[in-house]
């Protein structure tokens, strides 16, 4: 991977937001004594320089492919891993018990791989609280029921007639010619085809319009013969 030296110090030394810094005491896998270093964690590039304040880190350690796991050697100390061939462990130690574990819950999240995958989490988790509340709309849609009181909608195709509540008040007032007890009872309709319809007037109608028609042809035909005179 190649890296410009002059951008990461120039971004190490910048004032974006810092996930985490502090003093920590780093070995390397060569020696055996550890040396106070100022680190500073910032997305997945954790870097350290000799002191804090300085401007140019001495070293910056990539969260890619790496574990944070518990060491033995001192009292509060971890270990960066890096699995692959030919990768480093570096050892760190901090002064505390609560200060390890928030370096090391930090540093585990820290890696791009961690941040996909709780990007698609929080994605799924969205994903369903949102076919959740369209569920849940959608029971409220169906058990809604509108007030006695208020204005109740025509059903499609048909136009509202503000009068109707007036003409059905009025039906109800006992003794008046819409009373209930005075209209007879309603008879059901007999339903009858359209053929059946055709057949006893259709057929009639258009023969007298066919007659009709003709009479009035053969008038304007006689009239003709007059004009061109």
Request: net charge neutral.
């Amino acid at each position: 991977m190649k890296i410009n030296e002059k951008n990461l110090c120039a971004f190490a030394s910048s004032t974006t937001p810092v996930d985490r810094e502090g003093l920590l005491e780093l070995r390397g896998e060569v020696g055996k004594s550890y040396q106070k270093r100022w680190f500073v964690l910032k997305g997945n590039l954790l870097f350290y320089f000799e002191k804090n304040g300085d401007k140019e880190p001495v070293g910056v350690i990539i969260l890619e492919g790496c574990t944070i796991e518990l060491t033995e050697e001192e009292a509060y100390s971890f270990k960066i891993v890096f699995q692959c061939e030919g990768g480093r462990t570096y050892y760190l130690c901090t002064n505390s018990q609560a200060s390890m574990e928030a370096w090391m819950k930090a540093l585990a999240c820290a890696s791009y791989d961690y941040m996909k995958l709780m990007v698609s989490e929080l994605q799924r988790q969205l994903d369903e609280a949102t076919v959740e509340a369209a569920e849940e709309a959608a029971a409220a849609l169906v058990t809604l029921t509108p007030p006695d009181d208020g204005p109740q909608v025509p059903p499609r195709g048909q136009r509202y007639n503000p009068f109707n509540k007036e003409q059905e008040a009025a039906k109800s007032v006992p003794g008046s010619r819409h009373h209930k007890e005075n209209l007879r009872p309603e008879v059901p309709r007999k339903k009858v085809p359209f053929r059946d319809i055709h057949t006893a007037y259709g057929r009639k109608i258009l023969a007298d319009r066919s007659e009709w028609r003709a009479k009035v042809v053969q008038k304007e035909e006689s009239v003709a013969p007059l004009i061109q005179l």
